[in-house]
């Protein structure tokens, strides 16, 4: 599957940005999606996580009650909305797809950046104060 981020920009703190991440193929439902993000120096880690079926996610803590994750299947899309945007969350936002089979499709959200295979090219967030 290719993974093409966008959505990115230059945000005011409070503010709001939507990113969204398309997919190829045929089976998008399959697969476990993620968004990351890294800032220069550090280590990409993991933003938020969305299991094959949209039933199960995880948020990192630092973004619980501001960003959300969702997955339209059916445009072979997957977004992050993220409001009340600090200066600490500027980075570059990656997304990421594993393929997923039987029981994982309902509750696969994986948060390690090895259990993902495939990943866009990056969308980058910039959040100024």
């Known amino acids: 599957v290719q993974l093409q981020a966008s959505g990115g920009g230059l945000v005011q703190a409070g503010g709001s940005l939507r990113l969204s991440c398309a997919a190829s193929g045929r089976t998008f439902s399959t697969y476990a999606l993620g968004w990351f993000r890294q800032a220069p120096g550090k280590e990409r880690e993991i933003v938020a996580s969305i299991s094959g079926s949209g039933g199960s996610t995880y948020y990192t803590d630092s973004v619980k009650g501001r960003f959300t994750i969702s997955r339209d299947n059916a445009k072979n899309t997957v977004y992050l909305q993220m409001n009340s945007l600090k200066p600490e969350d500027t980075a570059v936002y990656y997304c990421?797809?594993?393929?997923?089979?039987?029981?994982?499709?309902?509750?696969?959200?994986?948060?390690?950046?090895?259990?993902?295979?495939?990943w866009g090219q990056g969308t980058q967030v910039t959040v100024s104060s």
């Open positions: 990421a797809a594993v393929r997923t089979s039987g029981t994982n499709y309902y509750y696969y959200a994986p948060t390690r950046k090895a259990a993902y295979d495939y």
